[in-house]
């Protein structure tokens, strides 16, 4: 489902200090959100979008207080807890590396007139459980257009802020932080790929589910869904994610879904869809194999997983 | 006195029921988390551990400060671990298996962390199976004593299992086997009275 209008005005920009300096205009953006607000809801009851799945959405509730979120605490219910005060505006993104103008952005700058759009996704934590969730986002090749990655780029890196003094456990060795992710340009590219900045039809996205921007690559394990990125670099060779580093025997650079090939300490043929109590069959690529498995026709995906 | 001593050990033992007790709570409260089963699963597992650890702590404490009333409670403490590991357990073959149990014994095979609590379960019965004064008195004391000794076996696959299954927080089961090592590590010195004996001796004459 497309939202075609001002999804892109930050929160914060609908402040009495704006509407002190410019009236005319908060009033303009309050008909236009409340234009939005009752079409949303509207196309939600109406039409899905060629890329959700119809199934039972996970409540919101479990959406936000089940979390991994290292950087928070360890626990699923850490993030809920500890990433109450994170600041998330302002916020800059440096893009980096391999492209036209590497350069500084402020958040809302870097995604300004982008299309933000519902997306309802499974989402399969390696660990194996799953959700259904509604993200709301943009998708990530429309970023990438605009910045203009030059032909050498072959890889997308991403990182998470890095601040211990906001993200407490970064203060720990659990993992090497700050958080690495990445992904193939054409992975980048799959339309199926989003950066998502809200959640349940409504922005900004809740802080323990990665806010203000995070990835979101339904086809991957959860894991790859990098939270609260401050970094995106355009690279030439493929970048040495987080847990690849923790754990190279045990977690890969794609990390797709894949129920043939097992975690080497447990199975992934299964899982428990967060609310069910029977487990179910988990599918290739997450259900989303014919959207995306033509980018890894020929690969030994037991290889690379 | 003797009212006092039972008082005190009726007390321990409604104690020992509160992780169960308050995970029985939280359930019908709703509030465990989005996914309850792996909360039950994780819950009855570290008291698992933690009762293995409580009880042996229970021969060292007597005697290094000379407290023999404690050896009263080390059945009980030991009775518990072997309890929560049954929840623990059952909570696996039942909850989150759903009794599939070609699954569960692949599990047992193929992955090292479920081999590694597995064994430290099965360890625990015959442990639970002697725990009473007749079978103390059928094996006799001496037998006894050192087939009990599988406890510390049951803890060192406890602490294996626990390590084994996380992804990269390793924090908490490291403690475990630090704390269990130190448990451990004072037995082997009772064990050897002697050779330290004569260590000191050496050390004097340097």
């Given amino acids: ?7 892109n005005i930050p929160s914060s920009e609908v402040t009495p200090e704006n509407t002190y300096l410019n009236r005319r205009r908060f009033i303009e953006l309050a008909t236009g959100l409340a234009v939005i607000a009752s079409s949303t809801s509207l196309l939600a009851q109406t039409k899905k979008g060629q890329y959700d799945t119809d199934e039972k959405q996970t409540p919101y509730k479990d959406v936000t207080t089940y979390n991994n979120f290292y950087e928070f605490g360890v626990d699923k219910d850490a993030p809920a807890i500890n990433a109450k005060n994170f600041r998330t505006r302002p916020w800059t993104v440096s893009v980096e590396g391999l492209v036209k103008k590497p350069q500084i952005y402020p958040i809302d ?6 299309t933000i759009e519902d997306r309802i996704y499974r989402m399969r934590c390696v660990e194996g459980w799953s959700m ?15 910045l203009e990655p030059t ?30 992710e990445g992904l193939r340009m054409d992975e980048a590219m799959n339309p199926l790929a989003i950066l998502a900045v809200g959640l349940y039809g409504k922005q900004p996205l809740p802080n323990q589910n990665g806010a203000p921007i995070r990835l979101v690559t339904p086809w991957k394990y959860g894991f790859k869904g990098i939270k609260s990125i401050a970094r995106i670099r355009f690279v030439e060779s493929q970048p040495v994610t987080a847990w690849m580093k923790a754990a190279p025997a045990e977690y890969g650079f794609y990390s797709n879904v894949n129920p043939a090939v097992d975690h080497p300490r447990w199975s992934q043929a299964t899982e428990r869809r967060i609310g069910e109590f029977f487990k179910r069959k988990t599918l290739p690529f997450n259900g989303y194999a014919d959207q995306v498995a033509s980018m890894y026709a020929g690969m030994d995906l037991r290889k690379n997983f | 006195m003797i009212k006092l001593r039972r008082s005190i050990k009726v007390f321990v033992f409604l104690a020992c029921l509160a992780p169960v007790v308050w995970l029985l709570i939280a359930a019908a409260t709703d509030n465990l988390s989005a996914n ?4 039950i699963t994780e819950s009855t597992g ?37 309890f929560y590991g049954f929840l623990h357990f059952m909570t696996y073959v039942w909850l989150d298996q759903f ?10 095979y193929k992955r090292p962390f479920i081999t590694a609590g597995f064994t430290g379960f099965v360890a625990m019965v015959p442990l639970a199976i002697t725990s009473t004064k007749k079978w103390i008195v059928r094996l006799g004391g001496r037998q006894w004593q050192r087939l ?59």
């Fill in chain 1, 1 to 7: 489902m497309v939202i075609k209008t001002a999804s």
């Fill in chain 1, 109 to 114: 700058d870097l995604i300004k007139g982008l």
């Fill in chain 1, 132 to 146: 259904v969730i509604p993200w709301q986002g943009f998708q990530l090749s429309a970023l990438i257009k605009r």
């Fill in chain 1, 151 to 180: 032909p050498q780029a072959k890889y997308v890196e991403f990182q998470t802020l890095y601040a211990p003094d906001q993200l407490p456990e970064e203060k720990h060795q659990v993992l090497d932080w700050p958080y690495v």
């Fill in chain 2, 36 to 39: 309850p089963i792996k909360d």
């Fill in chain 2, 46 to 82: 570290i008291w698992t551990l933690r009762f293995l650890i409580i009880t042996l702590c229970v021969t060292p404490l007597r005697k290094l400060t000379g407290w023999n009333e404690v050896i009263r409670y080390r059945r009980m403490l030991g009775l518990f671990a072997f």
């Fill in chain 2, 99 to 108: 009794f599939a149990f070609h699954d569960i014994l692949l599990d047992v």
């Fill in chain 2, 148 to 206: 009990h000794r599988l406890a510390y076996l049951s803890a060192l696959a406890g602490v294996i299992h626990y390590l084994w299954l996380v992804k990269a927080d390793i924090q908490r089961p490291v403690l475990y086997g630090m704390a269990l090592s130190l448990l451990l590590g004072y037995r082997l010195f009772a064990m050897f009275p002697l050779r330290r004996d004569g260590l000191k001796q050496r050390e004097i004459a340097a």
